[in-house]
């Protein structure tokens, strides 16, 4: 059995050229998408390095604050002990009381002098109590500022922190998953070249069986011009027409009774073909009756009884492009396998040839009897 090898090769190629076209393309995309993460990595590197730097100027900020802030705690201790000194000055002549101190007066313009003395030292108290207000006030303004400043820097630092986090996380998920695609697509470069391997074998299978077919023919032919010849030199040496007569009466008897002249011999098909198992499994067949879908016709010819009816032992002829039970038979070339049972509208069959995995035989396969165009019996 032949089966279309170039039909066969244009499939396989036409996988290859998928397997090559398709996986680098999703590896594109994945390679793709690493490349923009890395980028996005580097960029919140760069954003976590200025967070810190900020981080760090505000918490040398804070500590000049803090120095600040001590410096102003001890101007309000020393405005404080300014205070006492001033009130302890109003108390004159341990009255104290500046009310006192103005009524004690000896005369008028003593009363305005010390009224005016009194006025002065209040407002100054006002003043330094303003003062000090202002400064307190402006102490823990900064304070808050300062501290309200580093703590959302740190949280800025944070949130860049976990995006960092996540896209580590993603940047794994990418490099493994491209990982894997490398691999497919040496697994898929490699399945390409054995594929090739495996187109350019069957080239080789279908030229090498053209070959053994062009050699059996010419063999066929030469060995039946020879058969031809010896029959003509044996009629032209025979001068006894009787004995010829008789000679071909037994014959056809030999022929009648299913003693066919042209059977057995040895396998002269091409190994690996459908004809060649069933020469191999039956003997009696011709030495070569051409391509499967020939033999009916030339077992005909031979005299053998062909007809369409199985039977044990007999030899199924398939045409060339019939469905045997599921496959078709190559045109042009048809197929050829040996009847191992019947059973009712079924056949049990072995068979060899080049598209099966194991070409020498057999491959059993049991399928409708009517699949085949006719039947040779031994």
Request: hydrophobic share 35%.
């Amino acid at each position: 059995m032949k089966k279309n090898l170039l039909s066969q090769c244009a499939i396989v190629l036409a996988t290859v050229t998928t397997m090559s076209v398709v996986a680098p393309a999703v590896s594109a995309d994945t390679a793709s998408d690493l490349n923009d993460v890395n980028t996005e990595i580097a960029a919140t590197k760069k954003k976590i390095a200025d967070s810190q730097k900020k981080i760090d100027a505000a918490t040398e900020l804070q500590m000049e604050k803090s120095q600040k802030i001590n410096d102003l705690k001890v101007q309000i201790s020393k405005r404080d002990g300014q205070l006492k000194k001033q009130a302890q000055s109003a108390q004159i002549n341990n009255s104290g009381s500046m009310l006192k101190f103005v009524t004690d007066s000896d005369s008028i313009s003593d009363a305005l002098g010390r009224t005016v003395t009194v006025a002065r030292v209040v407002h100054a108290n006002n003043q330094t109590m303003e003062q000090q207000k202002n400064d307190q006030e402006q102490v823990e303004k900064e304070q808050a500022d300062l501290t309200k400043s580093v703590k959302d820097e740190k949280n800025e630092n944070l949130n860049l922190l976990r995006m960092k986090a996540d896209l580590d996380s993603k940047q794994a998920d990418l490099t493994a998953k491209k990982n894997k695609e490398d691999a497919t697509a040496q697994e898929n470069a490699k399945a390409a070249k054995e594929a090739a391997q495996k187109v350019k074998d069957a080239k080789d299978l279908e030229t090498a069986g053209r070959e053994a077919d062009k050699a059996h023919n010419a063999a066929n032919a030469d060995a039946a011009q020879k058969n031809r010849d010896n029959q003509n030199d044996a009629v032209s040496k025979d001068d006894n027409s009787n004995n010829n007569t008789a000679k071909v009466q037994v014959q056809q008897v030999n022929l009648s009774s299913g003693q066919h002249g042209h059977g057995g011999g040895a396998n002269g098909y091409p190994a690996g073909q459908c004809t060649y198992y069933v020469k191999m499994m039956a003997p009696w067949v011709g030495g070569y009756w051409g391509n499967g879908q020939q033999w009916a016709s030339s077992a005909a010819a031979a005299g053998f009884r062909v007809d369409h009816t199985p039977s044990a032992g007999s030899v199924a002829v398939y045409a060339g492009g019939a469905n045997v039970g599921g496959w078709t038979a190559a045109p042009g070339y048809g197929h050829v396998a040996l009847v191992q049972s019947v059973n009712g509208g079924s056949v049990t069959i072995t068979q060899g040839g080049t598209g099966f995995s194991n070409p020498m035989g057999p491959n059993t396969q049991t399928l409708s009897a009517g699949a085949a165009m006719a039947y040779i019996h031994p």
